[in-house]
């Protein structure tokens, strides 16, 4: 089975601080994704990337960056926390355009992010 | 621009049929349904693609109308199981999403016995 692990189920932060939110996916799939979830908007693509070294901007990216140094890795960073990113985080990957199951998102258990 | 789920939530009791539905207000390519349970990972279900075809999931069943550009997912006789956030997942672009989906608000379906 696929695993896509995140590294803290709960985080609280202050504001102002640098958030460092890990996901590492051990089925060797290319293209993982940062989604952010909240209640009443379901979840928003925040970044995602097809490759190492490789990331594209999703549908909400201000505030936040990501590092894809190694292909199993894919790191958001808040580079200055705000009340307003306090959210559940996930992390999903899918496998590469040869696989059958090349349209399925695998998920993260998530991320949920309190900033003070 | 996000798809919008209806109904919001739902109540149903065990064996009850229910639908959700999911309308975008651009033309459709693909709907991917996914279900979160409480504290847990949102899970792949089913996907529909332009032109009729359909995989996933053989419990629970959904159709794609091109013309509406909507899709709705039917649960029928409802388990215990059922229960969590339904969420539909959309691409308006031709060819693979790879996953970078658009997804809509969610609907709660909530199954008492």
């Known amino acids: 089975d696929v695993k896509v692990t995140q590294s803290s189920r709960y985080l609280v932060k202050r504001t102002g601080e640098k958030v460092f939110l890990e996901c590492v996916q051990d089925m060797d799939h290319e293209n993982m994704f940062w989604y952010r979830q909240d209640p009443g908007l379901g979840l928003r693509l925040i970044y995602f990337s097809y490759d190492v070294k490789m990331k594209e901007k999703g549908d909400i990216p201000e505030g936040y960056s990501v590092s894809r140094e190694k292909k199993e890795r894919f790191s958001l960073i808040l580079e200055s926390a705000s009340t307003n990113q306090t959210s559940m985080y996930l992390c999903a990957s899918s496998p590469p355009m040869w696989d059958r199951d090349n349209e399925k998102l695998f998920f993260g258990s998530g991320t949920q992010l309190s900033v003070l | 621009q996000q798809p919008v789920q209806s109904p919001q939530a739902v109540i149903l009791r065990e064996g009850e049929d229910a639908v959700i539905n999911c309308s975008s207000s651009k033309a459709l390519y693909s709907v991917h349904w996914y279900r979160q349970k409480h504290g847990e990972a949102p899970v792949f279900l089913m996907i529909?693609?332009?032109?009729?075809e359909q995989k996933g999931h053989e419990k629970i069943s959904a159709s794609f109308n091109e013309k509406k550009q909507q899709s709705s997912l039917y649960l029928t006789a409802s388990q215990l199981s059922y229960s969590g956030t339904y969420f539909c997942?959309?691409?308006?672009?031709?060819?693979?999403?790879?996953?970078?989906?658009?997804f809509g608000q969610g609907t709660i379906l909530t199954v008492h016995p």
């Open positions: 529909l693609l332009k032109g009729g």
């Open positions: 997942g959309l691409t308006n672009a031709g060819g693979t999403s790879y996953g970078k989906l658009t």
